[in-house]
Structures are given as C-alpha cells and as structure tokens.
Nanobody, 115 residues
Framework: QVQLVESGGGLVQPGGSLRLSCSVS????????MNWYRQAPGKERELVAR???????TYADSVKGRFAISRDNAKNTVDLQMNSLKPEDTAVYYC?????????WGQGTQVTVSS
C-alpha cells in the first residue's frame, strides 16, 4: 500500500522559512516524478513544484526563486524548502505521485504565513 506522509508545516512570519518533508512508503520514489501541490481556502489545488526522476525541477511562477524541491531516493523522501514566505503562500501543502493510472496523495500539512 502506497502512503505519503507530509511534515514540517506550521505558522511562520512573512519573510520566514519552512522546510516540508514527504516520506513515502509502499513504492520506490526513484522510479517517478514527485510533486508538491497546495490548496488555499476557496481555491483550486495548484502545482507548486515538481522533480523528475533525473532531478529536473519545475516551479510555479509564484514561487520561483523562493522555493526549492529536492529528493533523497535512498531515504524515499521529497522535501520542499520554502524561503521568503508571503501571506499568499498560506495553504495546505500536499505531496503527490502518479503511477499505474493512480494519483497518490498525502494527508497534507498546513502552512500559515502571518504576522
């Protein structure tokens, strides 16, 4: 059974940093592209960052230069380093992987950016 568990969310002041981590079990992440999404209240879920099997990265325009996605295939984890956080980054952040015609999601971790 594939499970994704996010951690590292919390309350941070504008300009601060957080590091999210996604721990995956039941499959080997080295085989797949891994994603971080977020969903703010009243908004659709959006792709924040993506990292391919070969560690190529893609970012939403709104987070370019501030966020960095990384993967540790040995630990089966994917991290999202978030710097220079803004109030508009407030959302629930989800780890995601797609394979065998199925989207797998974690339970999400809340990130709140507020003074």
């Amino acid at each position: 059974q594939v499970q994704l568990v996010e951690s590292g969310g919390g309350l941070v002041q504008p300009g601060g940093s957080l590091r999210l981590s996604c721990s995956v079990s039941g499959t080997t992440i080295s085989l797949y592209t891994m994603n971080w999404y977020r969903q703010a209240p009243g908004k659709e879920r959006e792709l924040v960052a993506r990292i391919s099997r070969t560690a190529g990265t893609t970012y939403a325009d709104s987070v370019k230069g501030r966020f960095a996605i990384s993967r540790d295939n040995a630990k089966n984890t994917v991290d999202l380093q978030m710097n220079s956080l803004k109030p508009e980054d407030t959302a629930v952040y989800y780890c995601n992987v797609y394979f065998s015609y199925t989207n797998y999601w974690g339970q999400g971790t809340q990130v709140t950016v507020s003074s």
